[in-house]
């Protein structure tokens, strides 16, 4: 009951004037970016970061709240009209979605895809606000070591999870980590890898790095591979969801939402698995296996639920542990440290009100994208005929003029180009770029942590095993880092002719999703 206490007064803090225009403005724009192709809700939130860094915490955080959201509903709308998803989650939505809009169902498509993130973006944080002042209660007692071991867990559950090679996502995250050495050690004082630079010498700022490799790299990485000619956009008209359609989403939409928040809660989740599993099992259950691969709507409502489902189910491990699970969660991070603030387990203690208004502002910006999107869907396919040129001219403008203002220094503008370069590489040779981020963020509060375990042990290497809570974390990373290499091996020996077909549709859109060609021969 006190969480519900908390929640309510979270509501009567989120409820004034200024912070509903700032949840408006935040889901407005979150939806805009979101939806242009080619850009996710990690990009749309490291592309907007640096606008935040002009208000107060509070109302930055409640527009941010409107930007995640609107963000991830942007990406099914992409998905949907072009058949080019922003990440990997979106693969199944594009997969169903766009065969929709191809037969003249676009707006039925659409329908179940805001009412299917609304249902779960809303269960979803209802269960967030209930589950964590618990895990907080459980995370009081661990102690630097047991961080440590968290720290390492999500380090390899994220290298391997995310891309589609583990070597390469351990590459990146050893980039990330890297770069999250540079500057000053706090403990002896000493300069690390500043290449006598004394601007250096605080390190290099997160925002810069987020925008250099999401927004820049993208950007240039889409110029690169730009094809002339207009972009084929589906039509967003017809008639909404039918009541048979109703009757046939929702219990996808709460399927989708049981297994997305749980997925999305662990150290090692995100949003991609549970949205493979819900297609899977929407596949099995369905009463209309024919309409599969040619536009069943049940493709649609469980993978977008399990989704944003997973979307809220993400911000547990980050609130409470100051773990990010995924690339639009360590911008969020970024975004706390920004202010000062780090999340893990004393933060509903110490900004308690910033943490209870935030997550009443998910509440209210959900509500603002059913009431908002479903009328406006015309407006968004507008956007998506945007020519591409300007669009990322665009971006790159934006992205420059931002970070700049967050400093004020010409260095960051440099940083911002030769980081955008190697964002462009990572792109071009399949490199992840979510556990760069990760790996810069967390890294320092790693070294941290581990550094502090054993000066407290005299340098003795045990204590990093020394409690029951470690081992299993620790055995767990080390299972994160072998059971996707052996499934691989299993996978590759096991797979039949009709296998290789069935899957066949499905790589196309897992390249789409890693390339984001923004639409340019998908």
């Known amino acids: 009951?006190?969480?519900?206490?908390?929640?309510?007064?979270?509501?009567?803090?989120?409820?004034?004037?200024?912070?509903?225009?700032?949840?408006?403005?935040?889901?407005?724009?979150?939806?805009?970016?979101?939806?242009?192709?080619?850009?996710?809700?990690?990009?749309?939130?490291?592309?907007?970061?640096?606008?935040?860094?002009?208000?107060?915490?509070?109302?930055?955080?409640?527009?941010?709240?409107?930007?995640?959201?609107?963000?991830?509903?942007?990406?099914?709308?992409?998905?949907?009209?072009?058949?080019?998803?922003?990440?990997?989650?979106?693969?199944?939505?594009?997969?169903?979605?766009?065969?929709?809009?191809?037969?003249?169902?676009?707006?039925a498509a659409l329908a179940t895809a805001a009412i299917g993130s609304f249902v779960a973006g809303t269960i979803g944080t209802l269960l967030l606000a209930l589950v964590a002042p618990t895990v907080v209660d459980l995370a009081i007692g661990i102690t630097a070591a047991d961080y440590f071991a968290l720290a390492v867990f999500a380090f390899v559950a994220v290298a391997t999870v995310l891309g589609a090679s583990p070597l390469r996502g351990l590459a990146s995250l050893g980039l990330g980590?890297?770069?999250?050495?540079?500057?000053?050690?706090?403990?002896?004082?000493?300069?690390?890898?500043?290449?006598?630079?004394?601007?250096?010498?605080?390190?290099?700022?997160?925002?810069?790095?987020?925008?250099?490799?999401?927004?820049?790299?993208?950007?240039?990485?889409?110029?690169?591979?730009?094809?002339?000619?207009?972009?084929?956009?589906?039509?967003?008209?017809?008639?909404?969801?039918?009541?048979?359609?109703?009757?046939?989403?929702?219990?996808?939409?709460?399927?989708?939402?049981?297994?997305?928040?749980?997925?999305?809660?662990?150290?090692?989740?995100?949003?991609?698995?549970?949205?493979?599993?819900?297609?899977?099992?929407?596949?099995?259950?369905?009463?209309?296996?024919?309409?599969?691969?040619?536009?069943?709507?049940?493709?649609?409502?469980?993978?977008?639920a399990a989704n944003n489902a997973a979307a809220a189910g993400v911000l547990v491990p980050l609130l409470t542990l100051g773990l990010p699970t995924s690339a639009t969660a360590a911008i969020l991070l970024a975004a706390f440290q920004g202010y000062g603030i780090q999340p893990g387990p004393t933060l509903l203690t110490t900004e308690s009100t910033l943490v209870w208004t935030l997550i009443a502002a998910l509440f209210i910006g959900n509500t603002m994208l059913l009431v908002l999107n479903l009328p406006l869907a015309g407006v968004w396919v507008k956007l998506l005929r945007i020519p591409r040129p300007y669009l990322y001219a665009g971006i790159l403008l934006f992205a420059s003029l931002g970070c700049y203002a967050v400093n004020a220094d010409p260095l960051d503008l440099v940083l911002l180009l030769l980081l955008g370069g190697l964002g462009f590489v990572m792109r071009r040779y399949g490199w992840p770029v979510a556990p760069a981020i990760i790996g810069l963020i967390l890294g320092p509060i790693a070294e941290t942590n581990l550094r502090r375990a054993l000066a407290i042990s005299g340098g003795d290497l045990s204590v990093l095993v020394d409690t029951w809570f470690s081992r299993i974390v620790l055995l767990l990373s080390f299972l994160a880092l072998v059971v996707p290499i052996v499934l691989r091996v299993v996978r590759g020996r096991r797979s039949t002719p009709e296998e290789l077909q069935e899957t066949g549709e499905l790589r196309h859109h897992e390249t789409a999703a890693a390339n984001r060609e923004g639409g340019e021969g998908s």
């Open 1 to 107: 009951m006190d969480a519900l206490t908390d929640l309510a007064a979270g509501f009567a803090d989120a409820l004034t004037p200024i912070n509903l225009l700032f949840a408006f403005i935040g889901v407005l724009l979150g939806t805009a970016v979101g939806v242009l192709p080619g850009i996710g809700p990690a990009m749309t939130v490291a592309l907007l970061l640096p606008v935040t860094y002009v208000l107060e915490p509070t109302s930055a955080f409640i527009m941010f709240a409107g930007i995640y959201y609107g963000g991830m509903y942007g990406g099914s709308t992409t998905s949907i009209l072009l058949n080019t998803p922003g990440e990997a989650s979106s693969i199944m939505t594009a997969l169903e979605g766009n065969k929709m809009a191809k037969a003249g169902r676009g707006a």
């Open 177 to 304: 980590l890297y770069l999250g050495l540079v500057g000053t050690d706090v403990l002896t004082g000493q300069e690390r890898f500043t290449v006598g630079v004394p601007q250096l010498s605080d390190g290099i700022d997160v925002v810069v790095v987020a925008v250099a490799l999401f927004a820049v790299g993208e950007a240039l990485y889409v110029a690169s591979r730009l094809r002339h000619g207009p972009v084929q956009v589906m039509d967003a008209s017809g008639p909404y969801m039918t009541r048979s359609d109703l009757r046939r989403s929702w219990a996808p939409w709460l399927r989708g939402t049981a297994l997305g928040f749980p997925f999305g809660a662990l150290p090692a989740g995100g949003a991609e698995i549970p949205t493979f599993l819900s297609y899977a099992s929407e596949r099995r259950l369905t009463k209309h296996p024919e309409e599969f691969g040619k536009g069943a709507i049940e493709g649609v409502a469980g993978p977008e």
